[in-house]
């Protein structure tokens, strides 16, 4: 039985012609142990909006199937308003910082006919 603990920060750095730029660290600490992974940690710290993210995964296999499930919140990096944020300087609102929450289940089975 193996157990690993990694921590990382991980510098964020995002930024548009349009002048919008957000600097900040992201944290995040993570364990497994027997097919058993957890994390948890935070998009970065210094962004218009900050998220608690992270999941929860257990996989495993026997006789060629595997499975492996996942629950998880994952920041969305897809522009800089959804993995940043940004504040409205006319009305003072502030928008983005999206997060993505769900279930993802893997399957596979490798038979051994050639």
């Known amino acids: 039985m ?4 990694v921590a990382k920060m991980i510098k964020g750095e995002e930024n548009l012609r349009a002048g919008l730029e957000a600097k900040g660290v992201a944290l995040n600490l993570s364990y497994e142990i027997a097919g058993v992974r957890a994390d948890i940690g935070s998009s970065p710290i210094g962004f218009p909006v900050q998220n608690v993210v992270g ?3 257990w996989s495993g296999s026997d006789d060629g199937a595997s499975l492996g499930i996942e629950i998880a919140r994952r920041s969305v990096t897809d522009s800089y308003l959804s993995y940043a944020g940004a504040k409205d300087s006319l ?3 502030t928008w ?3 997060t993505r929450t769900g279930v993802k ?5 490798d038979g051994e006919d050639g």
């Open 2 to 5: 193996q157990d690993k603990l």
């Open 55 to 57: 999941g929860l995964r």
């Open 91 to 93: 009305y003072g609102l």
């Open 96 to 98: 983005g910082g999206i």
């Open 105 to 109: 289940i893997d399957t596979s089975y």
